[in-house]
């Protein structure tokens, strides 16, 4: 069965440095997300994309992340200067359509800001 | 501003029994509810949705149960297995290309 694909597991780095999260959605899937949850806290939405652009973004996602798609397969999620509140798990999902259909999700990337 | 609750963070079982996994949620505009499944260092896995025209949607051992007017949906698994124990996610959201909101989960043990 097709999977959402997540690198790296684990990213630590330093207060002010910049990170980028990888993510491969779902080969024929169309709409795709970034989520993440503080250890201990519920699963946040942060950004969705489609069609080459941010459909909706969260309070969360200020001027410090942008999300690309820089190729037919790729999905990034780029923190420019990262602050030890950004920590905690990032989950890229991805769904095929429109309207209710479930979200499928990668494993996620553990970013740890030192 | 927790739209989807989950008030029970933990729950523990017998194995062969049934578990009863509660959510409420505060959002009337919510038409559609999914139950997801987490166990340690792995994403997210959906496990069965249900949408709001109907009251109840069955997949094997997974029953959800929805309750528009108290706006309470649950999640029964029947018999419990040892390997269903996990941290289990309620989600909602509405009409369209929206966004999953999710509660803060309630962790199942089920125990042999």
């Known amino acids: 069965e097709p999977e959402v694909t997540q690198t790296p597991s684990h990213q630590v780095t330093q207060m002010g440095q910049e990170v980028i999260l990888r993510c491969v959605p779902i080969s024929n899937h169309l709409y795709f997300y970034w989520y993440r949850q503080i250890l201990g806290q519920k699963v946040e939405f942060l950004v969705s994309f489609y069609n080459n652009e941010i459909s909706e973004k969260s309070e969360i996602f200020d001027d410090q992340f942008s999300v690309e798609r820089p190729d037919g397969s790729n999905f990034t999620l780029k923190i420019r200067s990262t602050k030890l509140e950004d920590s905690a798990m990032y989950f890229c999902?991805?769904?095929?359509?429109?309207?209710?259909?479930?979200?499928?999700f990668g494993n996620g990337t553990r970013l740890t800001v030192t | 501003d927790q739209q989807v609750k989950q008030n029970s963070p933990s729950l523990s079982v017998q194995e062969g029994r049934i578990s009863i996994l509660n959510c409420d949620y505060t959002?009337?505009?919510?038409?559609?509810f999914l139950w997801y499944k987490k166990y340690p260092a792995e994403g997210p896995t959906f496990l069965i949705s249900?949408?709001?025209?109907?009251d109840k949607n069955e997949d094997g051992r997974f029953t959800v149960f929805l309750n528009k007017s108290a706006k309470h949906l649950s999640l029964h698994i029947v018999p419990s297995q040892p390997g269903d124990s996990a941290v289990y996610f309620c989600?909602?959201?509405?009409?369209?290309?929206?966004?999953?909101?999710f509660g803060k989960g309630t962790r199942l043990s089920v125990i042999a």
């Open positions: 249900i949408s709001s025209i109907k």
């Open positions: 989600a909602a959201k509405n009409s369209g290309n929206t966004p999953l909101v």
């Open positions: 959002n009337s505009m919510f038409d559609y």
């Open positions: 999902a991805s769904r095929r359509r429109d309207g209710n259909s479930p979200l499928h």
